[in-house]
T-cell receptor, first 111, second 115 residues
Framework: GENVEQHPSTLSVQEGDSAVIKCTYS??????FPWYKQELGKRPQLIID?????GEKKDQRIAVTLNKTAKHFSLHITETQPEDSAVYFC??????????FGRGTSLIVHP | GAVVSQHPSRVICKSGTSVKIECRSL??????MFWYRQFPKKSLMLMAT?????????EQGVEKDKFLINHASLTLSTLTVTSAHPEDSSFYIC???????????FGPGTRLTVL
């Protein structure tokens, strides 16, 4: 089955800095890669996703890149703000639509 | 956007009792629903996948007789924790997909505390 590794587990940055979270996957058949943000005690919220026919996607301060050959994808947050503090999960899924989640990254943005 | 609701949001029960959690897709038909369990500061652990009208597919290590899942309609799935014990205390989250896309929409979660 699919195996998703996510790094780092904790990321601490100063407000205004950029943050990068990386994930690798094992199943070359995976073709959908969403990123979720989860605040404490709340539901995971989809913030951006990318499909295997695209190498990069951007939405304001958030961008995701995908390298199919190397089987890794990354989340980039620019100009971080304290409200970006949360746990971020990456996931990978293929034809079965059953996603495999990474272990999560706790992002802390210091004012 | 697609909205998924979950009820109750919080439940406290005595050991040995059963608890039912409902997951509803409010504005779309959910062909597939997923049930997750999440421990504090941990990732989402998939418990089972359910498709409308068929039996749920449980992940390895999840007791199907303890965690009963029913997906009777395209908008409702239920998870029943039978004979709950303190170790079942956790945050349970459902999610749903419409079948047209593999994007998952999550419910707000249910905090279960078993005394």
């Amino acid at each position: 089955g699919e195996n998703v590794e996510q790094h780092p587990s904790t990321l601490s940055v100063q407000e205004g800095d950029s943050a990068v979270i990386k994930c690798t996957y094992s199943d070359s058949a995976s073709n959908y890669f969403p990123w979720y943000k989860q605040e404490l005690g709340k539901r995971p919220q989809l913030i951006i996703d990318i499909r295997s026919n695209v190498g990069e996607k951007k939405d304001q301060r958030i961008a995701v890149t995908l390298n199919k050959t190397a089987k890794h994808f990354s989340l980039h947050i620019t100009e971080t703000q304290p409200e970006d503090s949360a746990v971020y999960f990456c996931a990978a899924s293929g034809g079965s639509y059953i996603p495999t989640f990474g272990r999560g990254t706790s992002l802390i943005v210091h004012p | 956007g697609a909205v998924v609701s979950q009820h109750p949001s919080r439940v406290i029960c005595k050991s040995g009792t059963s608890v039912k959690i409902e997951c509803r897709s409010l504005d779309f038909q959910a062909t597939t629903m997923f049930w997750y369990r999440q421990f504090p500061k941990k990732s989402l652990m998939l418990m089972a996948t359910s498709n409308e009208g068929s039996k749920a597919t449980y992940e390895q290590g999840v007791e199907k007789d303890k965690f009963l899942i029913n997906h009777a309609s395209l908008t409702l799935s239920t998870l029943t924790v039978t004979s709950a014990h303190p170790e079942d205390s956790s945050f349970y989250i459902c999610s749903a997909t419409s079948g047209r896309t593999d994007t998952q929409y999550f419910g707000p979660g249910t905090r279960l505390t078993v005394l």
